[in-house]
Nanobody, 112 residues
């Protein structure tokens, strides 16, 4: 199983980024997918989840700003991040739900 995450970078407060995570080695369409993040000195936290059926959930701190989506034909899960804040700075990881399969992480830095 491989999960390749990309799309991170440096963005100013209020800006947007879209993270992508392409999966291989799994039957993507039947698996839920998660996005986590880990800020320096903090525990990794669950940011967003999308089920195989497309049901979505995001953590309270990003509600109204972040959206998770998936494209089964492309075997890819996305995290659209709008109105970014400095406290969103973290390494973001994708994960296959209810599994030990993690992507390599992509750095998001929100700073002026």
């Amino acid at each position: 199983v491989q999960l390749q995450a990309f799309g991170g970078g440096l963005v100013q407060p209020g800006g947007s980024l879209r993270l992508s995570c392409k999966a291989s080695g799994i039957v993507f369409s039947i698996r839920g997918m998660d996005w986590y993040r880990q800020a320096p000195g903090q525990q990794r936290e669950l940011v967003a989840t999308i089920t195989s059926g497309g049901s979505r959930n995001v953590t309270d701190s990003v509600k109204g700003r972040f959206t998770i989506s998936r494209d089964n034909a492309r075997r890819t899960v996305y995290l659209q991040m709008n109105s970014l804040k400095p406290e969103d700075t973290a390494v973001y990881y994708c994960k296959v739900s209810c599994s030990g399969y993690w992507g390599q992480g992509t750095q998001v830095t929100v700073s002026s």
